[in-house]
Nanobody, 123 residues
Framework: QVQLVESGGGLVQAGGSLRLSCAAS????????MGWFRQAPGKEREFVAT????????IYADSAKGRFTISRDNAKNTVFLQTNSLKPEDTAVYYC????????????????WGQGTQVTVSP
């Protein structure tokens, strides 16, 4: 288990950008694949993006491809999600998660979760 804290959410107009951050506690952050998921009210939690422990491999949901970028800074124990060209349908609570097994697009593959950060995109 690793403790995760998201930040960087907020209110933005359609077409705008936000940079979300997820700070991880303690040792061995560089051994974890990391992911971002989101959940809107009344909706299932859905996969957004994931990045391998090395940072060399990424997977994006179709909804994120070309607009969002996941990255990590292992020296700072932090993973980022740069969200560009935001749409109202991107409005959700965004969660980061850590995976000590393998790169996965499924929430069940992740061991630890942050508290979430709200992203609201106005039309």
């Amino acid at each position: 288990q690793v403790q995760l804290v998201e930040s960087g959410g907020g209110l933005v107009q359609a077409g705008g950008s936000l940079r979300l951050s997820c700070a991880a506690s303690g040792r061995a952050f560089s051994n974890y694949a990391m992911g971002w998921f989101r959940q809107a009210p009344g909706k299932e939690r859905e996969f957004v993006a994931t990045i391998s422990a090395s940072g060399h491999y990424t997977i994006y949901a179709d909804s994120a491809k070309g607009r969002f970028t996941i990255s990590r800074d292992n020296a700072k124990n932090t993973v980022f999600l740069q969200t560009n060209s935001l749409k109202p349908e991107d409005t959700a609570v965004y969660y980061c998660a850590a995976n000590n097994r393998f790169v996965s697009t499924k929430s069940a593959g992740f061991d630890s979760w942050g508290q979430g950060t709200q992203v609201t995109v106005s039309p």
